[in-house]
Each structure stands twice: as C-alpha cells, then as structure tokens.
C-alpha cells in the first residue's frame, strides 16, 4: 500500500473538488442570496455576471462583517462585538434588498483543475481562505474545492485509491 503522503501529492484539485457549482448572481438581493446559500447547504458561492463569469465571491463572513460594521457604525468610535446567536449573524432584513454585488467579495481566489493539492492547500492558507474557486478557460465557474474537501482528501488517503476520494 502507498504512503497516504504520496497518494496525497499525486492527487489533483479535480479528484476532490465540488461540482456541479452553486452559484449567485451578482443582481441578485442579498437576502434571495442568503435563500440559495440555506437551500444549498453551503456556506459561500462565486458570484458570477449576466455571461457566467465569476466576479466575486459571497460567504457568511460578508454578511457577518456587514452587520459587525453596522453594530461598530451604532456605537461610534467605540468597538465592541457582542457574540451573536447564528440566526442573528444572518438576518438580512437591512440589507435584504441591496444587490449581492455591494456585499461580495471581489478578490476570487481561483486554481486549475489539474493543480496538485498540496499547491492548493498552501494558497488557501496564505490567502487565508477557505474555498478555492475552480473556472474554465471562460472564466466560468466549473467546480469548488473547500477546506472540507481537502479534509476528506487527507482522510481519503489513508484508505481510497488516488484517482477519487468519497465522499
């Protein structure tokens, strides 16, 4: 049997990685977008425009970091957070209205298809993210690889083959 450290180098972003993709427009309302992230399951998506093409990135954290600087903006100078239950960290009822394009991340961290893991690994923690976004030679989201899917990539090697982690 191979060493789970050599499965692991020879395996390549398109053996763990998500697809198809959920994706969100960046017309569509922040709230309609918090619809498509509960009804999917997930936690973030590339935002594409109106030809497919990934412009940014939507996550929990940009709503979470819009209503953290709504509560810094009502206590003035003063910056202190107070832990807030999940269901308030997503409520959309200030900014339900306003275009997922105003709110998304616009830095996309993308990688190739046939990229080595461990490459993908490394930018994900210097980039300090946590999914890496997959396109095609158009720029169009063609599949995600998350920290879970590296997680399952890492528990995978001890006992899959190297050509397809289950998942």
Not at 20 to 42: F, G, K, R
Request: hydrophobic letters at 35%.
């Amino acid at each position: 049997m191979k060493e789970p450290q050599d499965i692991m180098l020879r395996l390549r972003v398109e053996d763990v990685m998500s697809c198809p993709v959920t994706t969100i427009s960046s017309n569509n309302t922040m709230s309609e977008a918090a619809d498509i992230l509960c009804h999917q399951s997930v936690t973030g998506a590339p935002v594409v425009d109106e030809l497919g093409r990934c412009v940014g990135v939507l996550s929990g954290t940009d709503f979470v970091h819009n209503k953290a600087s709504e509560i810094d903006g009502d206590l003035g100078s003063r910056h202190v957070l107070t832990q807030p239950s999940s269901k308030e960290a997503y409520r959309t009822e200030d900014i339900g209205h306003n275009l997922v394009r105003y709110h998304m991340s616009p830095a996309v961290q993308t990688v190739d298809r046939h990229a080595p893991i461990p490459q993908a690994a490394r930018c994900m923690c210097q980039e300090h993210v946590h999914r890496l976004i997959v396109v095609d030679k158009q720029g169009n989201p063609c599949g995600i690889l998350t920290s879970l899917d590296l997680i399952a990539a890492v528990i995978g090697s001890n006992i899959n083959s190297p050509t397809k982690v289950d998942r």
